[in-house]
């Protein structure tokens, strides 16, 4: 037996708006609303198929250190040029974490600040 990542919960200050981003970074849709929180996940299949959905999830406190965790995205229908515009248009913003320059990868940081790599292969959307 196993396990597989159903959810991720992103806690944030600005629920609306991060639900906002990271919908349209990774074509989701509201799927839940509970408690202050907002999950979002692939349209028509929300919790339980195959990609996880994220939990935006409420929380004042500001972010003090990176994350021991962070999201990796790959471009399903565009190169890595074309989805980093896309990206940036959206809201994000590039991030210095000491990278050389020399990395195949993008380092970003969302609207509050939580890094993110836009990494270059492109991927089939499921």
């Known amino acids: 037996m196993s ?5 991720l919960v992103l806690e944030c200050v600005d629920v609306e708006k991060q639900a906002a981003f990271w919908a349209a970074v990774l074509g989701y849709v509201e799927v839940d609303r509970e408690e202050g929180a907002i999950e979002i996940g692939p349209p028509g299949i929300g919790f339980g198929g195959p990609q996880p959905t994220i939990i935006l999830s409420p929380n004042s406190e500001p972010k003090h250190a990176k994350p021991r965790l962070h999201i990796d995205v790959n471009a399903t229908d565009r190169d890595q040029d074309a989805e980093l515009a896309r990206l940036l248009e959206l809201g994000a ?5 000491g990278q050389t320059g020399e990395e195949s990868w993008h380092v970003l940081a969302d609207p509050e600040g939580n890094e993110f790599c836009l990494l270059r292969r492109r991927v089939d959307p499921v």
Not at 93 to 97: I, K, N, S, W
């Open 3 to 7: 396990c597989r990542i159903t959810e």
């Open 93 to 97: 913003r590039p991030a210095d974490v």
